[in-house]
């Protein structure tokens, strides 16, 4: 392995890193335009810790055969033109399911009850000069769950939440085989039939704003909406707005369309707990994060084939398959 030149990147999960630079012959995916041609046609994969890649970077690379992607969101690359160009793009489902479903409830219960804000009361001293802290005007009894996108962590999510005693209904690309909760075919069906979103869905064209301010009243005054898959799929401003005016009554959110900012309005919004994308950020979880981006590489300069690759470029290990 010590001899494939590999670019990896500068910043993101160091273990990972480190263990990609002790295995590989690697070079700074930051300075991918300051190699020479030469430099750039020897370079075979990409270790990618959460950069962006195109095909501008792929056109620079052209004998790249993966790309080996740390997070099981992958909108930050285009597979699309990788899968064009024959090159694979792995990610990192499975292994952080649970962590991100653990999150999503404890986003959600903080939400609902307010659970920041009266830690900070008791700090602040509030208790002992004002006494106890206000009753929550919200509750997780009696409601009525969506979770938008029922894929892996989708059903990790309801599943805890069936121990909950809550209603449980979904809306998805299509409908889930042995997937026994309500299924709405539309996002707006969905919010009518719910008063609390949980948005798990995959940044993609068909997601991009699909929360809006329609949706936000749909899901009413007492509504509450949680965001742990990605901003984009949110309308920010209109969100904020929705908290600001009481459209809905409360939002928790570990992810924003524009990280690290965070839109000034949400960070001045009532009833909102935000979280700064850490719904899989344990040493626990990230390592085996980690491993996965590590074993897609190995295995393909071994065996070529890859462990999880991306829907999109999945076809083309099939042509590296022996007959
Ligand atoms: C990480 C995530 O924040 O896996 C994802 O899609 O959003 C997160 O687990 C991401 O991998 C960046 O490190």
């Not at 889930?176 to 996002?187: E, G, H, I, K, M």
């Not at 948005?199 to 007492?222: E, F, H, R, S, Y």
């Not at 965001?227 to 904020?240: K, P, Q, S």
Request: overall charge negative.
């Amino acid at each position: 392995m010590k001899t494939v030149p590999l670019l990896v990147s500068s910043r993101g999960h160091a273990p990972t890193r480190e263990r990609i630079v002790d295995l590989f012959n690697t070079s700074n995916l930051d300075n991918l335009e300051k190699l020479t041609n030469d430099q750039r046609s020897c370079i075979r994969a990409i270790g990618c810790l959460f950069d962006a890649l195109g095909a501008k970077q792929f056109d620079l690379l052209p004998n790249l055969e993966i790309v080996s992607s740390f997070g099981v969101g992958y909108d930050q690359i285009d597979a699309a033109a990788a899968a064009e160009r024959g090159i694979i793009v792995t990610h990192t489902p499975g292994v952080l399911d649970d962590e991100v479903a653990d999150t999503a409830i404890g986003l959600l219960l903080c939400t609902l009850r307010e659970l920041p804000k009266a830690e900070d009361y008791l700090r602040r001293g509030d208790w002992v000069s004002n006494g106890p802290y206000p009753l929550s005007n919200l509750t997780l009894r009696g409601r009525k769950i969506g979770i938008f996108g029922m894929g892996r962590i989708g059903r990790a999510i309801a599943h805890r939440l069936e121990g909950f005693g809550v209603s449980i209904a979904y809306h998805n690309r299509s409908q889930v085989p042995d997937c026994n909760y309500q299924y709405f075919r539309s996002l707006s069906e969905l919010a009518t039939n719910v008063d609390t979103l949980i948005n798990v869905a995959p940044a993609t064209q068909q997601t991009t704003d699909a929360v809006d301010t329609d949706i936000l009243k749909l899901l009413g005054t007492n509504g509450v909406f949680i965001n742990i898959g990605r901003g984009t799929t949110v309308v920010e401003e209109e969100l904020a707005q929705a908290l600001h005016n009481g459209t809905i009554a409360a939002a928790g959110l570990d992810v924003y369309a524009k990280e690290p900012q965070v839109h000034n309005l949400l960070i001045s919004a009532p009833n909102t707990v935000l979280l700064p994308h850490i719904a899989s950020a344990s040493v626990h979880t990230r390592a085996a994060m980690g491993q996965l981006v590590i074993d897609n590489l190995v295995a393909w300069f071994t065996d070529q084939t890859a462990i999880t690759p991306v829907p999109e470029t999945r076809h083309l290990l099939d042509q590296h398959r022996p007959a």
